[in-house]
């Protein structure tokens, strides 16, 4: 018999991968081609750490034209999958200057899995793991992980780091050894 309902929110700038990386998830496809996507809920269930799970995945729009219809969904999240796409600096930028305020207005209390994604695209220009960790610790996010849907890298691990912090909730160790590495890298 599955626990509660836990309710996991992706969200991001357009165009990073949020909706490939769950179809990977869900039915182990990817699409080549860009489809915007304004709002789209997917339940699962899924067993994580012998416990088993009912799980909706709730997928958002990046665009600033859904702000509104997108905050709406917040309100029901139990932890974010808070996305960049690794190709994309400005979409990691935009994790600081406009998703964790948005998110925090909305559920200041809510753990966020950092998922830098396209990690197949990785270039001498793109964003480094180093600055993934380093983004992960000035926002607090429950964990990091590079993933890439097209390669079903790593898929797994997000959604059920995701399910791990809706059930753990928000992070409350800062205390990190030097060294240690909280991600999963390509």
Known sequence: MAQAVKHIVVVGDGHVGKTSLLYAYTDGSFNEFYQATIYDKEEITLTVDNITYAVQLHDTAGQEDYDKIRQQFYKK????LLC??????????????????????????IPIVLVATKADTRTVHSVTTTEGLSLQRKINSNTFIECSAKMSHNVQLVIEEAVRAAVNGVKTDHIEEENECSCWCF
């Open 84 to 109: 960049y796409s690794i190709a994309e600096r400005t979409s990691f930028d935009n994790i600081q200057l406009k998703w964790i305020p948005e998110l925090r207005h909305v559920q200041p209390n």
């Open 77 to 80: 999240a139990d932890a974010f």
